[in-house]
């Protein structure tokens, strides 16, 4: 049998196997360009990883996880905001999030309102309490991402945006980009745009 961790895999990991691109003793492993992108791959990991940490230990507290999380996102962002379209946002199943949903509801986090024009409607809206918990979850993942932007330099901001939108299906990215250039508050268009 062959053991995963033999050297052929090792070497796979530091770049050494299938750089056929290196030229006989130089010291540039990292020249070939798939390995640079496996460990670009591994570094989003990363980043998600801590990205995602200290808001999980805060949900922990409430028996909430990162599929709660988003909910209260963007209800939070979105009120008013349609069972339906949170279900497109998220894309999962209808049961994924009527679990989620109902726990949040039921521990006063999201009201659950009908809509004024159809009344079987479910509009979602974040509660006071809800409020005040999304606002601290994203507070400190805003400032995690400042802090990662000033380090990064100039010009970072811009091509972080560019990078992420090229991360999203290319289907969705009308969509997320008139998603995310909304006013939660308002629901009014942010940039003037309408």
């Keep these: 049998m062959t053991d995963i961790t033999s050297d052929a895999a090792s070497g796979r990991r530091n770049g050494a196997v299938g750089n056929s691109t290196k030229s006989g003793g130089s010291s540039d492993a990292r020249a070939d360009a798939p390995l640079d992108l496996v460990a670009c791959v591994e570094l989003f990991y990363f980043a998600y990883r801590d990205f995602t940490c200290d808001p999980d230990t805060i949900l922990a507290h409430y028996g909430f996880g990162r599929a709660h999380h988003r909910v209260l996102h963007f209800v939070h962002r979105n009120p008013g905001l349609k069972v339906a379209e949170l279900l497109e946002i998220l894309k999962i199943t209808k049961q994924a999030l009527a679990r989620v949903l109902k726990q949040l509801v039921d521990e006063g986090f999201i009201i659950q309102r009908a809509g004024d024009e159809d009344r079987r409607e479910r509009r979602l809206y974040v509660s006071t309490k809800g409020g005040r918990l999304t606002d601290k979850l994203t ?3 805003t400032k995690r991402v400042e802090a ?18 090229g991360m999203i299906a290319e289907k969705d990215r009308p969509y997320v980009e008139a998603l995310i ?12 745009a309408d």
């Excluded at 909304?182 to 003037?192: E, P, V």
């Design 148 to 165: 990662a932007l000033a380090k990064a330099g100039p010009g970072a901001e811009s091509l972080m945006r560019r990078f992420l939108f």
């Design 181 to 192: 250039n909304t006013d939660g508050a308002s629901g009014k268009l942010r940039n003037g």
């Design 139 to 141: 507070e400190i993942q």
